[in-house]
């Protein structure tokens, strides 16, 4: 099946270092930019513990990496367009 990614999509994506061809289903493109977050989520977190960042201000590094990561919450249908439909008369 090939996909069509909406450019605002491919645009975010490429922030992230990805490159989606026609052939790489949207699942595997917003696993891979889940599994992002979670590794900075938890580099975060490990920061925090290891008194590296301060426990004020830690909220909003929080919220921070959640705008960066504002694709994840764009429903999964809405990444690609779909096929166009050839309708008859």
């Known amino acids: 099946m090939a996909y069509t990614y909406h450019p605002r999509i491919l645009e975010e994506l ?11 289903p949207p699942t595997l493109a917003k696993e891979f930019v889940n599994d992002l977050y979670r590794h900075e989520l938890r580099r975060l977190s ?6 590296r960042i301060p426990k004020d201000g830690y909220s ?9 990561y504002f694709l994840l919450s764009i429903r999964l249908d809405l990444w690609t367009t779909e096929p166009h439909r050839v309708t008859r008369s």
Do not use: C, I, N, Q
């Open 60 to 68: 909003d590094r929080v919220v921070a990496l959640r705008k960066k």
């Open 46 to 51: 490990a920061r925090l513990k290891s008194r």
């Open 14 to 24: 490429g922030r992230f270092g990805l490159r989606p061809t026609p052939s790489t």
